[in-house]
C-alpha cells in the first residue's frame, strides 16, 4: 500500500510502499519533551522509504536521531537501530487504514491524560510491538 506525508510547509515529503507496521503510541519523556504530547508513529523498512527535500536530523540519544522540518519544525522521523524507521502517523496524508495497536514506555506517560482501557500496553521498550509489521 503506497502511502505519503510530510511536514506542514511542504518541504519535506516522503511516499512508501510499506509495508506499514500499525500506529505505536509511545509515552517516553523525549517523544513528550520534542512533541508537546506523546508520539504515535508508524514504520517501514528504511529501503522502502523515498525522502524528497532535506530533513533536519537531531541526536537525541547513544542510540536514535529525530528528524524534521527545518523550515516549519514538522516532526517526522525517530530513526533507530533495526531494519525500519519510524514516521510520525500525524504526518501521513489520510486515510492511511492504520490502526493504533498499542502503547510503549506507559511508566513514562503524563500524569494529564489516560490510556484507553483495554489498549495493549508496555512499561518500557516492547519489540514485539515496534519491530512487527502486519
Not at 510503549?104 to 491524560?113: H, L, N, Q, R, W
Request: proline share 5%.
Amino acid at each position: 500500500m503506497r502511502l505519503t506525508g510530510g511536514c506542514l510547509c511542504g518541504a519535506v515529503t516522503y511516499a512508501s510502499e510499506g509495508p506499514w507496521r500499525p500506529v505505536i503510541a509511545c509515552h517516553c519523556s523525549q517523544c513528550r519533551k520534542t512533541t508537546g504530547h506523546y508520539v504515535s508513529a508508524t514504520s517501514v523498512p528504511r529501503e522502502s522509504l523515498e525522502v524528497m527535500g532535506e530533513p533536519k536530523w537531531f541526536t537525541s540519544s547513544d542510540d536514535a536521531r529525530r528528524g524534521f522540518c527545518g523550515t516549519c519544525g514538522s516532526q517526522l522521523f525517530w530513526d533507530g537501530a533495526g531494519a525500519n524507521i519510524s514516521i510520525m502517523a500525524g504526518t501521513l496524508d489520510g486515510p492511511t487504514g492504520l490502526e493504533t495497536k498499542g502503547h510503549i514506555f506507559c511508566a513514562d506517560k503524563g500524569d494529564y491524560y489516560e490510556i484507553p482501557d483495554g489498549a495493549r500496553r508496555a512499561e518500557g521498550y516492547d519489540p514485539d510491538l515496534t519491530t512487527r509489521v502486519d
